[in-house]
């Protein structure tokens, strides 16, 4: 199981790196377009809005249909989004396609509940944490090599070289990953039909799904807005220092592991609570200190490490409600994380033009205060009743 466990890692990561390439090359992206960054910005909110219309379409079928046949679809999907991002004649066609890229790129959603289910409730968070450091570790590294290959051979190439990464991942998937088949096969319209009512009668799956869209818009509103602070006096930095910047956040896929095993050992409350507060420290930092290197650096190590130990056990959390309708479960989870994610990119441009970076630290502090208001409005005498009534 743990060769099983690696593979779906590495799968998480590397198709999850599909939504992130364009972020360091946004300055490029402008220059080559002669776009301002509040339309070039548009870009990531269009690839996380793709991303959730294929939570929505297409995760949900993993309650009905063989997962393995499911992840060998979407990852060549992927593949097929990749090469025409990096084709792209135009904005908007670049637009599109980043659109279609995102919402056939949702493997780490089919992988992390393929995960859940190969585990027990004593071991599920340590499972679920193993592949969403896979995925985190694509989300940070995605930005360093697209930086450092977009500086030396355009903005198009990390596209390319992507989409042949994406092939060979594909048949070594063909390969090795065994079927996994649900408890018994439900009508596509009945799956989609089922997800508000799973929503309306689940306080917990609504508080994580809160819980999840603020600690994304935060981290997506940060990484969206830094290749224009980079740009701007007196740093005056290009994509190669942009995409250097995800080394930084390996921290956050190293707490991954950590916040599954917190989880299992101590309880979601502790770890959830504990990641909004350091995100809202991380923007306090990035208020102080964000017109240096160092300071940026620092807000980076704490802001993944917050939205990681938070995601992670949201995550868990939601997994071992029912494992009947696991993928669906997912499928809102998600859906809410990135819908938080493009409000936090859309934010991002324009709050930077108008505002500067002093108003997007104040926007990302707020996302972090918000989220424990949330935690503590939320938890309640309703969530107690579902717990008693589901125990």
Do not use: K
Not at 69 to 95: D, E, M, N
Not at 122 to 149: D, K
Not at 346 to 364: D, E, I, K, R
Request: charged fraction near 10%; hydrophobic fraction near 55%.
């Amino acid at each position: 199981m743990n060769q099983l466990l690696w593979l779906l890692a590495a799968s998480a990561g590397m198709t999850v790196a599909n939504l992130y390439y364009a972020q360091p090359l946004l300055g490029a992206l402008a220059d080559a377009f002669g776009s301002p960054p509040s339309t070039v910005g548009l870009l990531i909110t269009a690839t996380q809005l793709g991303y959730a219309a294929g939570l929505v379409l297409l995760v949900p079928l993993a309650d009905s249909h063989d997962r393995r046949r499911l992840i060998l679809g979407v990852v060549a999907g992927g593949t097929i989004g990749l090469v025409a991002a990096g084709l792209a004649p135009t904005l908007p066609f670049l637009l599109a396609a980043s659109f279609v890229l995102g919402l056939l790129s949702v493997t780490p959603q089919l992988a992390i509940p393929y995960a859940a289910t190969l585990a027990d409730d004593r071991s599920r968070g340590r499972s679920v944490g193993l592949v969403i450091s896979g995925l985190l570790l694509g989300v940070l590294l995605s930005r360093s090599l697209s930086g450092i290959i977009g500086a030396h051979l355009g903005w198009r190439a990390p596209f390319l070289v992507a989409a042949g990464a994406n092939g060979l991942l594909l048949l070594t998937l063909a390969r090795r990953l065994p079927s996994q088949l649900p408890p018994r096969p439900v009508p596509y319209r009945e799956l989609v039909r089922s997800l508000p009512t799973l929503v309306a009668t689940t306080p917990p799956l609504r508080r994580h799904a809160a819980l999840g869209a603020l600690c994304f818009g935060a981290f997506s509103l940060f990484w969206t807005a830094l290749p224009f602070r980079l740009a701007a006096p007196p740093l005056d930095y290009g994509s190669v220092v942009a995409g250097l910047f995800g080394i930084l956040g390996l921290a956050g896929a190293l707490a991954a592991p950590l916040a599954g095993r917190l989880t299992d050992r101590y309880g979601w409350p502790w770890v959830n609570v504990g990641g909004m507060a350091i995100i809202a420290v991380a923007y306090a930092v990035f208020a102080i200190a964000g017109h240096t290197l160092v300071g940026l650096g620092a807000g980076v190590v704490l802001l993944d490490f917050g939205v990681q130990a938070n995601h992670v056990s949201n995550q868990t959390r939601v997994l071992g409600l029912d494992a009947s309708v696991r993928n669906r479960l997912n499928t809102i989870y998600m859906g809410s994380f990135c819908a938080g994610g493009a409000v936090g990119s859309a934010l991002a441009g324009w709050t930077f033009t108008h505002l500067g970076w002093a108003g997007v630290s104040a926007v990302g502090a707020g996302f972090g205060v918000a989220g424990i208001a949330i935690f503590a409005a939320i938890r309640g005498a309703r969530e107690a009743r579902f717990e008693m009534v589901r125990g």
